[in-house]
């Protein structure tokens, strides 16, 4: 049996402040001498911290401390480095029972992991949510094989809980609150993204696929049997991406393809329940050649939308929007479909191929509204029938708890 490393010492209390002068480089020191396969128990405490930890090209390693909250990684007054924990070039890494706050940065990073956990973490930005906090709080990128399981994100200025350009992924049982973007698959491969409660950001979760990335194309993300409820401000840096996420969106779709979505709760999302969109919608120069921008193969059924009367935002050129779409109905329904479709998957008769289909069907209170964007909004239309299609389900990821 490998050794058990020991990355904190011994506390004065559950949450006792530690800032002797050496604690980091003790603990860095312990992270980089990790033989693969050992455990680094964290103990009780909070800890304070003015620079990044890393651990780099290790396999079979984890990192557990006492509890959320009772294993605090305080990088309030960072000033070397970004993240406030980053894992590199690794395989099977579990993150378990600790809590990070306050990163200059991201708050955990991981990249090009094979085989990588977050179980019970928490990452949070204290204090109100605003433009300064760091981007992202779990980030896993370009890895393969990822678990988040029971994990809680609060007050990142662009995505609590972020996986991008990775594969065979699982969100579940997870909490996002007070996010710009509560949960973001990002040019992702095979992700089931379940049992989560996203609420008060100001999206709750997006699908996106964007152009000018390594992994070029995501697709096979199924969402299900989630509650997503309630909204905030914008308070994402401008020019940031999700800066132009209208406030009060439940769940977007931008340019992604292969998506089911299904058994959600859609709640006092006051602007758009559900948003299916094409990147050309966003108005941003497309150089990249290789990329997809469009969304094709969307099945949305079996969820349940409610919306508190109340007008919707007027935030930006979206309120502009709103009131094309209120020209033809008093309220902005609960799904909006751009109406921008690839021209290579239409039939003859312009109708979409079977398999690349947007399917809406079987919605309680269901309300949609096909915007007609790749022809100047002429035909805006509530008219539901050309969506009454059904995909074939999407089969599970694969993937397994470790």
């Known amino acids: 049996m490998k050794p058990v490393l020991y990355l904190m010492t011994a506390c004065l209390g559950s949450l006792t402040l530690h800032a002797q002068p050496d604690v980091q480089k003790r603990y860095q020191t312990q992270l980089i001498r990790a033989e693969d396969g050992s455990t680094i128990e964290l103990d009780a405490g909070r800890f304070t911290f003015t620079g990044s930890l890393s651990l780099q090209d290790k396999k079979r390693i984890v990192i557990r401390g006492k509890g959320v909250d009772k294993t605090v990684l305080s990088f309030k007054g960072q000033t070397d480095g970004a993240e406030g924990l980053r894992v590199s070039n690794g395989e099977n890494i579990v993150i378990e029972n600790l809590t990070v706050q306050d990163s200059k940065g991201d708050g955990i990073k991981t990249m090009n992991v094979n085989g990588i956990t977050f179980r019970n973490v928490k990452v949070e930005w204290t204090g109100p949510p605003k433009s300064e906090n760091g981007g992202y709080g779990l980030y896993p990128v370009q890895c393969e094989n990822v678990l988040i399981d029971g994990c809680t994100a609060i007050g990142a200025s662009d995505a609590g809980i972020y996986v991008g350009q990775s594969r065979g992924i699982v969100v579940k049982n997870s909490k996002a609150h007070h996010n710009v973007a509560g949960i973001e698959i990002e040019n992702s491969l095979n992700a089931d993204v379940f049992d989560n409660e996203a609420y008060e950001n100001t999206g709750g979760i997006l699908v996106f696929d964007l152009p000018d990335l390594v992994q070029k194309k995501g697709g096979h993300v199924r969402v299900f049997n989630n509650y997503i409820h309630d909204n905030l401000p914008n308070f994402a840096p401008e020019g940031n991406i999700v800066a132009s996420v209208s406030d009060g969106t439940g769940l977007l779709i931008l340019a992604a393809n292969g998506v089911e979505v299904f058994n959600n709760r859609f709640v006092r999302n006051q602007t758009v329940g559900t948003g299916i969109l094409s990147y050309l919608f966003t108005g941003r120069p497309l150089t990249d050649k290789e990329y997809y921008p469009f969304a094709t193969a969307v099945s949305i059924h079996d969820n349940l939308y409610e919306r508190s009367s109340g007008p919707v935002s007027a935030r930006g050129s979206y309120g502009e929007l709103f009131k094309l779409i209120q020209k033809t109905g008093p309220d902005v329904p609960h799904i909006i479909y751009d109406g921008i479709a690839d021209p290579a998957t239409l039939d003859k008769n312009g109708k979409p191929l079977p398999e ?24 805006i239309s509530r008219d539901a029938a050309p969506f009454d299609c059904e995909l074939k389900p999407l089969k599970a990821t694969g993937v397994n708890a470790r």
Do not use: E, P, W
């Open 356 to 379: 690349r289909r947007i399917c809406i069907r079987n919605n309680k209170n269901q309300s949609l509204v096909n915007l007609d964007a790749g022809r100047d909004f002429k035909s």
